[in-house]
């Protein structure tokens, strides 16, 4: 999938190595995981549009 990187900083306390959102934009909804690396960054390419996005229910 070609598309714009998106970068997740995790800002919490303690620090997590992955997270459920759901991500909600181009007409389409998706559920990824963000994966942090150790600087606490997920990286995520989405195709260009404005994305709204909430943590999933369950995750931490």
Sequence with gaps: ?????????????????????????????HTVTLRFDADGLAPVTLQPAVYAWCQRRGSS
């Design 1 to 29: 999938m070609r598309g714009v990187p998106v970068g997740f900083r995790w800002r919490g306390d303690p620090r997590t190595d992955s997270v459920a959102v759901t991500l909600e934009g181009g007409g389409a909804t």
